[in-house]
């Protein structure tokens, strides 16, 4: 991935980090230091506009998400008590997450190779860009920022389930080298974490990142007869391609976490018992 240059990734520390990220697509996944990759959030390099971007994004999009967010999230966005009216401290966040699951986000600066990103999850660690957009790009930006990764991903990682699912998922993708299940674990990650939707309340409701941090997309998710709305079924979400430049038209519905945890869990059991590198 790429990142928004701000002053909260600048500096030695940073550009050693990006230096160990590119050194790690050379190495073997078991080989990976997840560790030379992070660096340190300096909370105070964040300036007041920064601060008031991510005011203003998460007071829109809790204009949508108390009614038409999974249960779920905002039962874990209460857990790790993110605030509304500051970015997060991710020292104060990871404290929490701790208690819960075990997991924790770290700062990263930028680019982190695919298999260094799943070495991060396979170690209930998840990568967060903790950079911010401009207050100019405030409703689109290309590139995650840690309003994506933070208040859009982290949340439900105070869940057991989920983040169970998401630490199967990490060890799985690390292990394989065949281009097939390469890209069908892509999918997966693509229609759940990113755009994945849930049956609650006898509603359907959003959870993944895509469509809690983007009005646009989240709106769009739930209101356009342009998309068309599947139950999750394994097999036919990782044949199911995709593209990242326009609103997704086909999105799949969750009855459960529980449903997406043991899908992954058969499916890990079958990629983690084989050589990697082998063919599915």
Known sequence: MSS????VIDGKEA??????AKRSESVE??????????????FEKYSEDDHEVWRLLVAKRMEQ????ASNT????????????????????????????????????PGFIPAKSFFAFLAQRVFPATISIRPLKDLDYLP???IVHDVFGHVPLHAD??????LQTYGKAAMHTNDPYHTERLARLFWFTVEFGLIHEDGKIKLYGSGLVSSEGEGHHALESKEVERRPFDMEQVCSTSFEIDHFQPILYVLEGFDQLRDSMNTYAEMLLNQPAGSAG
């Open 65 to 68: 998400l108390p009614e038409f």
């Open 73 to 108: 999230y905002l039962a874990g966005l209460k857990a790790i008590n993110l605030k509304p009216d500051r970015i997060p401290d991710l020292r104060d966040v990871n404290k929490r997450l701790g208690e819960l699951t075990g997991w924790s986000s770290q700062g990263v």
């Open 160 to 165: 057991p389930v989920f983040g169970d699912f």
């Open 4 to 7: 928004i240059w701000h002053p």
């Open 29 to 42: 996944p078991d080989q990976i230091d997840i560790h030379s990759m992070m660096i340190t959030q300096h």
């Open 143 to 145: 590139e995650p920022d």
């Open 15 to 20: 550009q050693q980090a990006l230096e160990a």
